[in-house]
């Protein structure tokens, strides 16, 4: 027996941030969250599942790999292999077109089509498929759906899933990334998630959540920039804060990512439509609409720190191509 699919999937730039899980091993976040797809960026994943097979294996960018990213997609291939009695192991090949220290992460884009692949032959609903891959990593769920998504807190597994709101062409956002630092981030999400709770801010940040999310989604349907940037900007400072006050703290920011987010309230002032947002490391999204976008690539490469410059608008949903 031997089953094989590949799968393309998009990473996403969240709006509104997930940090935080009331359930770690489910990934159940503590707050909704939204974002939109990255065009232009994506992972694609082959996978083999054979009963001649005597273990997984993973191969990223033709590099096989050990150690926790492997790790990582073993505990992903158990829980299909539980959850619909899947039988043999499977081999994963995986390419990303974009480097790592792209600025942009690549577990929402790689967990979103290694689940697409892996559980091809099993028809479950895109529903169904944005659980299973939030369950490898959090943001991959919102890498599922099309255009700009909505991912739901929620008490279990099957009802925390997300859905598209608006499609890729209802507003011609852009990201354009300022990248500050190419180095992998000393503490990643998954462990960030783990002490959010100890930051005294974290509730305060939560209590108010789903008004932002009432407010940014609003923003997007009216294609109101101005109402957006806010939202965005105070989401994006709210997480910094709990992460830089958690115990012990998170300091994702460098010098240059400040000295761009002065900036880019600047260039607001003066008429561009731009805003921040940052993940959990020090570059940079600076989300244009896309009439603005190469004035402020422009911009942003002649800056010193910042290193390199990326763009992309929004991307449609993850998708099967055999
Ligand atoms: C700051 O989805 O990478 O980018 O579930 O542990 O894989 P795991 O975490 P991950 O966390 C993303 C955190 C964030 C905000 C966001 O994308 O919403």
Known sequence: MSIKASAYAHPNIAFIKYWGNRNDVLRLPVNGSLSMNLHGLHTHTHVEWSNTLSHDSL??????????????????????????????YAAVQSENNFPIGAGVASSASSFAALTLAAAAHLDLSERELTTLARLGSGSASRSVPTGFVEWYAAETHEESFAESFAAPDHWNLTDVVAIISTTHKAVGSTEGHQSAATSDLQMARVARVSERIAICKSAILQRDFAAFAEVVELDSNLMHAVMMTSRPALFYWLPASLAVMHLVGEWRREGLNVCYTLDAGPNVHCLCTSDHASEIANRLRSLDGVLDVRTAGVGGGAYLDN
């Open 59 to 88: 191969t990223i960018n033709g590099v096989e790999q050990m150690g926790r990213a492997l790790e990582r997609v073993i505990e992903h291939l158990d829980v299909l292999r539980e959850r619909y009695q899947l039988q043999g």
